[in-house]
């Protein structure tokens, strides 16, 4: 598996950087025990270590990389990084999707969107629900679509309880999954 190398485009804080080695490697330590043949494993490496490339860009540079102006600039660094992506030749579409929605996530993801959404929330390094998510993380090799239901909805209660925004893709994720 290649190593954790971002692209020269990204822009990145020190703090963004571990937090996205952390979740490479929750997803490169779930592709093996889980047996994830090359390609697959491959794929959710790459969305790792892709996902959050451009977080700490401004909205301004965001959205000079990306034609939405409908979406919200919390969410654009996930959008923006999956097009800058696509101009540069990527081609697999679990790849893309995984990148362009890990923040609200998709109905439609196969397991590489499915791996990021819940590696993004599961990983170590966040400060909240620590047992929680850390039992959560080691039972995903055993029961992935179970701690991905759980995932999504504690997702979906901590943003209901900060009094978030529901993006119509959050909702239209747990519809599939509840």
Request: no cysteine.
């Given at each position: 598996m290649s190593s954790l190398v971002?692209?020269?485009?990204?822009?990145?804080?020190?703090?963004?950087?571990a937090?996205?080695?952390?979740?490479?490697?929750?997803?490169?330590e779930w592709a093996v025990t889980m047996h994830l043949n090359p390609a697959e494993a491959q794929a959710w490496h790459d969305a790792g270590r892709w996902h959050d490339a451009l977080r700490d860009a401004t909205?301004?540079?965001?959205?000079?990389?990306?034609?939405?102006?409908?979406?919200?600039d919390a969410i654009l660094h996930g959008p923006a990084a999956a097009a800058q992506l696509e101009r540069e030749g990527e081609r697999r579409q679990s790849v893309l999707e995984a990148v362009r929605w890990h923040t609200v996530g998709h109905p439609e993801w196969d397991r590489t969107g499915r791996a990021?959404?819940?590696?993004?929330?599961?990983?170590?390094?966040?400060?909240?629900?620590?047992?929680?998510?850390?039992?959560?993380a080691a039972q995903l090799p055993h029961n992935f679509d179970g701690?991905?239901?759980q995932a999504v909805r504690q997702?979906?209660?901590?943003?209901?309880?900060?009094?978030?925004?529901?993006?119509?893709?959050t909702v239209e994720l747990w519809n599939s999954v509840r």
């Open positions: 971002l692209p020269e485009w990204a822009i990145v804080t020190d703090i963004r950087r937090h996205i080695a952390r979740v490479t490697g929750l997803l490169d909205p301004a540079v965001l959205r000079a990389l990306l034609d939405a102006p409908d979406l919200p990021l959404f819940m590696a993004d929330f599961l990983e170590p390094g966040r400060g909240f629900m620590n047992a929680d998510r850390a039992f959560l701690v991905f239901r997702r979906l209660e901590w943003t209901l309880r900060e009094g978030n925004r529901v993006f119509p893709g």
